[in-house]
């Protein structure tokens, strides 16, 4: 081990300090990889994650499905995104106060409904203003899911 500029040897991190730790925990990404808790978590962010960043295209389609123009569904795009910011601390905050796996739960269901809604709006050609609202919505149910699932990773 290197030398500080004292010449004396640094000390270890608290977290290294005990060698019952280092035995118990394999080093690196292999033992990452290898833990059932990493992998259960890997795996549902991602598939929480996966629909929301492909709902995005999904409502400029929708948009243009609904009105025949690309620019609004753009618009819709980015009024849910601008939304999905403005609500997020606000969500956070409420998934704290609460159980979060069961906030996390009721946010994916809820944005879901939300989805199937909009495009049983679409197909019916409902009005713009109907789909701006049903945006704002799916902002709502949408913004803690990115937040939750991180903080799931450190709950025991």
């Known amino acids: 081990m290197a030398r500080d500029s ?4 640094p000390s270890q991190p608290p977290l290294a300090a005990s060698a019952a730790a280092l035995v118990s925990v394999p080093d690196g990404i292999g033992g990452l990889v290898t833990q059932r808790a990493w992998q259960r ?9 996966l629909p929301i960043s492909m709902s995005l ?3 400029v389609l929708a948009g243009q499905a609904a009105t025949g123009s690309l620019a609004t ?15 997020g601390p606000l969500r956070g905050r409420l998934l704290d106060r609460g ?16 989805l199937t809604l909009f495009a049983v709006c679409v197909h019916f050609k409902a009005d713009v203003l109907v789909l ?20 799931l990773l450190v709950v025991r």
């Open 132 to 151: 701006y609202a049903l945006c704002a919505t799916i902002a709502y149910a949408v913004c803690g899911i990115w937040g939750g699932f991180r903080a």
């Open 73 to 87: 569904g753009a618009r819709l795009a980015g009024f849910t995104t601008l939304c999905a910011g403005l609500i």
């Open 6 to 9: 004292t010449g004396s040897e």
């Open 41 to 49: 978590w890997t795996l549902s962010s991602f598939l929480a994650r």
């Open 99 to 114: 159980e979060l796996r069961a906030g996390l739960q009721r946010s994916c269901f809820v944005y879901c409904g939300l």
């Open 57 to 59: 295209l999904g409502l």
